[in-house]
C-alpha cells in the first residue's frame, strides 16, 4: 500500500514526541490505518538544534511554506503554537485538499473560523483534540459521542502550569516563581508562560470547549479571563485553613433560558472534598453535564510531550483513515448561533476578607451595603481583634455585576482598611 506522507511543523516539547511515537509505533499504525504513515519533512525555526529524537538529518527544513504545499504530502501535523506563520500554514495545507492536526488553542480561539472554512472548501479534515486537555479524549466526546444529548456545561481545570503552580504552593508551600520554573522544565508551559499565568491559555481552550457544547462560534474575546499571578501564599494558607482549595477553573455554562452562555476562566476556592480539588500537578480534569447523559467527568494529563503526542496521534489515525476511505470528519457545527452574555449576569458567589476596623456597628454597616446590593450573606466571621480585625465573609449566589459592585463600594467604606482578598467560590452549594 502507497504510504501516506506527513509533514510535521515544529519539533518541540510536543514534536519530538509525534515524531517517536510515529516511529516506535510504526507497524500498529500502519495496520490501523490500513497504509504506512512516511515523515515526509520537519519544519523548525532553526537548523542544526539538538533534538530529544533520533532523525534524519536530511528531513529538517526552515522553509515551512515550501514543505506544506509540497505535492506528495496528505498530512500536515502543525506544533509550533502561536498565531503566525501556523494560520497561514494550516490555510495553505487545507485549501491544496490536505488534512491537518494541530495543538493549536491559540489559533483555534483566535481565528478558528478561518481555519475551518479552508478545510470545508478544500474538503479535508481538521482535527485539534491535543488543543484541549492534552491527553485526555474530551473535544471527540464533545463533537461526536455527545452529538445527539444538550450539553448544559463544562467545568474543570484546563491548563496543567497553573493546577501545577498551585498544587505545589498548596502542598509543599513552593513560591509561585519556584513552581513555574518546574513546570518549565518539565515542558508544561507554553513558549512564552504568561499565556498559562494569566489564563490566555485556559481561556482559548474554554472558548473551543464552549463551541462545540453550545454549537456556536466562540473566540477567546468572548471569555472572561483572570489568571493566578494575584494568588498569594496568604491566600492559599488561608483557602486550606478553611478546608478549600484555589483552582484555575473554567467554566461554560448555558444560561438558564438557554438563548445565550457564560465562558469564564477564573481562580476560585473549591471545598476541599469536591473531586477537582484531588486533581494534582499537571493533571487536568474536565465535568460535562448534558441533558440525558447527566454528569461526565474526563481525567488525565493535560500537558506534557508525550501525552499531548497521543492525542495527535489519535487524531492523525483518525484523518488518515478518513482519506483513504475518501471521506471526512464532522465539520464544524455553529447552528445554534448563541452568543456569550457578559460577566456581570453570571451567577456566582465569593469570599472576601476584609481588613476593618474593630468596634460598634462596623458589621451593620458592612451588611447594610451587601444588602443594599442584594447581595445575602451566607457566613461571617471575625477573625483577630484591634488593628488586625478581619471580617471573613462568604456570600450566596448573586450575579457578578452585584458582588463586583459590593466590592467596588466596600473600598470607599470609612471603615474598612482595605478589601484583602476576593475570591469566587465554586461547587459547594
Ligand atoms: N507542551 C505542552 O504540554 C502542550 C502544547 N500544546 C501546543 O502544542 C504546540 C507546540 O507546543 P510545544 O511543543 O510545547 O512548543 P515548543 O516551543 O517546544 O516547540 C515549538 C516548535 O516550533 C518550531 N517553530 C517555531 N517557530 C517556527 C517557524 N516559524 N517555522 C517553523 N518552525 C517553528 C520550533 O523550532 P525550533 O526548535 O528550531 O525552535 C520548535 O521546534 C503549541 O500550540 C502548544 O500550545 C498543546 C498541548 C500541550
Ligand atoms: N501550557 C499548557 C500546555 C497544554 O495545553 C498547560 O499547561 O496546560
Not at 81 to 88: D, L, N, S
Not at 188 to 215: N, Q, R, S, W
Request: hydrophobic share 45%.
Amino acid at each position: 500500500m502507497k504510504p501516506l506522507k506527513v509533514a510535521l511543523l515544529g519539533c518541540g516539547v510536543v514534536g519530538t514526541q509525534v515524531i517517536r511515537l510515529m516511529h516506535d509505533q510504526a507497524a500498529d499504525l500502519a495496520a490501523r490505518i490500513g497504509a504506512p504513515l512516511e515523515l515526509a519533512g520537519v519544519a523548525v525555526r532553526r537548523l542544526g538544534r539538538k533534538r530529544d529524537v533520533e532523525i534524519d538529518p536530511a528531513l529538517f527544513t526552515t522553509d515551512a511554506e515550501a514543505l506544506v504545499t509540497r505535492d506528495d504530502v496528505d498530512i500536515v501535523i502543525e506544533v509550533i503554537g502561536g498565531i503566525e506563520p501556523a494560520r497561514t500554514l494550516i490555510v495553505s495545507a487545507l485549501s491544496r485538499g490536505k488534512s491537518v492536526v494541530t495543538a493549536n488553542k491559540a489559533l483555534l480561539a483566535e481565528d478558528g473560523a478561518t481555519l475551518h472554512e479552508a478545510a470545508r472548501k478544500g474538503n479535508g479534515d481538521l482535527y485539534f483534540e491535543a488543543s484541549v486537555a492534552g491527553a485526555i479524549p474530551l473535544l471527540r466526546p464533545l463533537r461526536e459521542s455527545l452529538a445527539g444529548d444538550h450539553v448544559k456545561r463544562v467545568l474543570g481545570i484546563v491548563n496543567g502550569t497553573t493546577n501545577y503552580i498551585l498544587d505545589k504552593m498548596d502542598t509543599t508551600g513552593a513560591s509561585f516563581t519556584d513552581a513555574l520554573e518546574e513546570a518549565q522544565t518539565l515542558g508544561y508551559a507554553e513558549a512564552d508562560p504568561t499565556a498559562d499565568v494569566e489564563g490566555f491559555d485556559a481561556a482559548a481552550k474554554a472558548a473551543i470547549l464552549a463551541g462545540l457544547a453550545f454549537h456556536s462560534r466562540v473566540t477567546a474575546a468572548d471569555v472572561h479571563r483572570e489568571g493566578i499571578t494575584e494568588i498569594t501564599a496568604t491566600d492559599v494558607a488561608s483557602a486550606k485553613a478553611m478546608g478549600y482549595v484555589i483552582k484555575l477553573l473554567a467554566i461554560c455554562a448555558r444560561s438558564d433560558d438557554g438563548r445565550s452562555f457564560g465562558v469564564r476562566v477564573h481562580p476560585a476556592m473549591i471545598p476541599r472534598t469536591h473531586p477537582l480539588a484531588g486533581v494534582r500537578e499537571a493533571y487536568n480534569a474536565v465535568f460535562v453535564e448534558a441533558e440525558s447523559a447527566g454528569q461526565l467527568m474526563f481525567y488525565g494529563k493535560g500537558a506534557g510531550g508525550a501525552p499531548t503526542a497521543s492525542a495527535v496521534l489519535g487524531d492523525l489515525v483518525a484523518v488518515a483513515r478518513n482519506r483513504l476511505a475518501g471521506t471526512r470528519g464532522p465539520e464544524e457545527s455553529t447552528y445554534a448561533d448563541l452568543s456569550a452574555h457578559p460577566m456581570g449576569d453570571t451567577v456566582t458567589r465569593c469570599h472576601v476578607a476584609l481588613d476593618v476596623a474593630d468596634k460598634p456597628g462596623v458589621l451593620a454597616r458592612v451588611a447594610e451595603l451587601f444588602a443594599k446590593h442584594d447581595v445575602s450573606i451566607q457566613t461571617v466571621r471575625q477573625e483577630g481583634h484591634g488593628d488586625d480585625a478581619q471580617l471573613v465573609i462568604v456570600t450566596h449566589r448573586a450575579t457578578d455585576a452585584a458582588l463586583s459592585a459590593t466590592m467596588e463600594e466596600l473600598r470607599d467604606l470609612d471603615i474598612v482598611r482595605a478589601v484583602a482578598s476576593v475570591m469566587r467560590v465554586e461547587g459547594d452549594d
